[in-house]
């Protein structure tokens, strides 16, 4: 490739048309939000919530779907549902979003910080082995950027240990591992629809199990302590108002049409990406595990290597591609256990090296990029080659 200026220093970039914006609607969602607002129920209640409770618990073959207004409280209410307190542990993994540990700290219980695979991102079981006390009651594996974690290493493991397995599943909408959709693989499995998440209504979250009475348990949760076949005022259990609203339901269900396509669209687009990326010294992206038979790629994810690029930092790297059109980020630049509500002793850590690594080396792209046209891909090819070929210039 011959040498052209870098577009931070003024010259041409390689990309000026823009990427495809998110979220992505058309008239089916503008159909259903008028279908509510024509119902005149619009809160919980709407027959919208049950027939999107319905179609996202069949899409991922569960039995059950209980949906609630984030994927935070989704956490909360499994946690509670599963009894767990002041005085338990819940070994979660340090590199995420800190909603996934400051659940367990909200219902009163102890993150447990156990380390990540540094091919896969995701929670390591040896390091879940590790990090098992006797006050371990649970563990919450994060499918981060949408990859699967390892559950034929993880489960068996929490078996043995007497485990409950919380899915974090708020970035895989539509992910598989060895032919089953995560979700329900392990007792419950929460999602987000948060406006950045692959089905979005802006807000909204989801539990899925195949466990009828725990099912039971976070309705109640979620539903001011009622029991599903009691009268509204009658309170058999402490709970609270969760309830997703028709508005959010409606959209969600529109998403949830064009949702297969998109999955398949993000991971053609993504397996492209990778067969570039493989020639790229310097650039590792994230190991796609052969039994992820669907990987969602809420995130795009690479490690980059500073010494592969004459030791030009991630931060100069990050900017160059910027200012080419490509939009990518650091992600998180501290593992949890260095945010200050999750700092010891409200947290116990175990040795975290390769969370460490990552907070060091990642660079990520969002999923709305990966529904360009495939031949867009190669932009980012482009801009990746110009910014190594010009690597002088920005040190």
């Known amino acids: 490739m011959?040498?052209?200026?870098?577009?931070?220093?003024?010259?041409?970039?390689?990309?000026s048309q823009p990427w495809p914006s998110w979220p992505q609607w058309d008239e089916s969602e503008r159909a259903g939000l008028l279908a509510v607002l024509e119902r005149g129920e619009w809160g919980g209640y709407?027959?919208?919530?049950?027939?999107?409770?319905?179609?996202?618990?069949?899409?991922?073959?569960?039995?059950?779907?209980?949906?609630?207004?984030?994927?935070?409280?989704?956490?909360?209410?499994?946690?509670?549902a599963l009894d767990i307190g002041p005085g338990d542990e819940v070994i979660v993994p340090?590199?995420?979003?800190?909603?996934?540990?400051?659940?367990?700290?909200?219902?009163g219980a102890t993150p447990v910080f156990a380390d990540v695979d540094i091919e896969s991102w995701n929670l390591s079981a040896e390091a879940v082995a590790a990090a098992v006390s006797p006050r371990a009651k649970a563990v919450i594996p994060v499918h981060f950027g949408g990859l699967p974690v390892d559950f034929d290493a993880l489960l068996p493991l929490a078996r043995r240990h007497n485990l409950h397995v919380i899915e974090d599943a708020a970035h895989a909408h539509g992910s598989s591992w060895s032919g089953n959709p995560v979700g329900a693989l392990g007792k419950t499995g929460s999602f987000s629809f948060q406006s950045s998440k692959n089905l979005t209504a802006g807000e909204g979250g989801a539990l899925l199990t195949n466990d009828a009475e725990l099912a039971e348990r976070m309705w109640s949760?979620?539903?001011?302590?009622?029991?599903?076949?009691?009268?509204?005022y009658e309170h058999p259990n402490l709970g609270t108002n969760l309830r997703l609203g028709g508005w959010q339901a409606a959209v969600l269900s529109a998403g949830l049409a064009r949702l297969d396509d998109q999955l398949q669209r993000r991971m053609s687009n993504a397996r492209r990406l990778r067969a570039f990326l493989v020639e790229i010294d310097g650039l590792t992206p994230q190991?796609?595990?052969?039994?992820?038979?669907?990987?969602?790629?809420?995130?795009?994810?690479?490690?980059?290597?500073?010494?592969?690029?004459?030791?030009?930092?991630?931060?100069?790297?990050?900017?160059?591609?910027?200012?080419e059109n490509i939009p990518v980020s650091p992600l998180y630049s501290r593992p949890l256990y260095r945010q200050p509500p999750l700092v010891e002793p409200f947290s116990r850590v175990t040795p975290c090296p390769n969370s460490e690594r990552l907070c060091q080396q990642a660079v990520s792209i969002s999923q709305n990029i990966l529904l360009a046209e495939p031949d867009e891909m190669d932009d980012i090819a482009r801009a990746i080659l110009k910014v190594r070929e010009n690597v002088g210039a920005l040190l």
Request: charge should be positive.
């Open 287 to 323: 190991r796609w595990d052969p039994r992820a038979d669907a990987h969602s790629h809420h995130l795009f994810l690479m490690r980059y290597d500073a010494d592969a690029f004459g030791g030009l930092p991630r931060r100069q790297f990050i900017s160059a591609l910027r200012a």
């Open 94 to 107: 340090p590199y995420t979003f800190i909603a996934t540990a400051a659940a367990v700290r909200i219902v």
């Open 2 to 15: 011959t040498k052209s200026t870098l577009a931070i220093h003024g010259g041409q970039p390689v990309r």
């Open 46 to 80: 709407d027959t919208a919530v049950e027939e999107f409770e319905t179609a996202f618990a069949a899409r991922h073959a569960a039995q059950h779907c209980v949906t609630t207004v984030n994927g935070s409280t989704t956490l909360e209410t499994a946690l509670r």
């Open 221 to 232: 949760i979620a539903n001011c302590g009622r029991s599903t076949e009691g009268p509204g």
